[in-house]
């Protein structure tokens, strides 16, 4: 998210590509489809429909998995799609730890039939000021701590994504962040209705540059508060280390991340926002549009200051 010149070269091509309705856009959006529409296997059962859907236009799958942050993989939008295929994703043991009643380890393919999977449409606002509108497969996080049984000393929930340095080229380069990924929420945060666990988008298996098998989703929030390719969930009474509020010394990102059109990025606006296809910039809402879900989590608190 470190904006360099290459990125904002990068980026206006990609806006070029997506935003001409021209047969040279068509072409080169053609060609991006090329490179990232790999379709995964068919979900069985997804409970369609919830309360929380958007009915906002769905960004299309080649776009969500052309256009991606993994810097596991690399730090350009492009190279997610180019080079993920080499993370290997079975088999998946996510191991659950700290103040927890039923500490263990789970094989994905177990912990995935746990629970009814759900389609939930949500909004997905970047942090560099673009946005998406993905229909995410998964389950809500609720539903896996009520089995799990926190004690009552558990104030957070720590997670962290798998470092795997032969196939992600990222690990080894030079990104400007350390690994493993780290993310973190805020117990009441993580069982809120909205969070999700994520297996699936447009009712396929997730595919390896958005995160497979399994990764966190927060619409409230900026993006990469959405943890990729969870290998550990640690639940613990403090507030755990995040990869990007440690970036910088701790001054460009926070922990809670709540999206927040009124602060600024030290370096951009957050007013508005690109959403990826579409030609004139919106303007971005708070808390991206699901304060009604979320804000009464946050009564009392400085929103300014809680970036
Ligand atoms: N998770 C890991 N492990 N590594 C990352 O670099 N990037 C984050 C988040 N999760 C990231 C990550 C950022 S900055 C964003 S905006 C979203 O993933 C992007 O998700 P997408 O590529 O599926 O759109």
Redesign the pocket.
Known sequence: ?KITPKDLYLQRRRFLQLGAAGAVGLLARGAAAAKGAVHGEKLAGVKPMSKFDTTEKKTPFED??S??????FGTDKED?AANAHKLVTKPWVISVEGEVKKPRKYDFDELVKMFPIEERVYR?R???AWS?V?PWDGFPLADLIRKLEPTSRAKYVAFE?VVQPENMP?VKGF?G?GF??L?GLRLDEAMNPLTLLATGLYGEALPK???APL??VTPWK????????IVKIKFQETQPAT??SQYGGGTEYGFYANVNPDVDHPRWSQGRERRIGEFLKRKTLPFNGYGDQVASMYAGMDLKKFF
């Open positions: 998210m969500i998995t256009y991606n942050n993994f810097y596991e997610p997905m970047c942090v560099e998406m993905i994504t990222g990104s962040i493993p990924y993310e540059q958005d995160g990764r966190l900026y993006g990469f508060k959405g943890i990729k390719s990869t990007w």
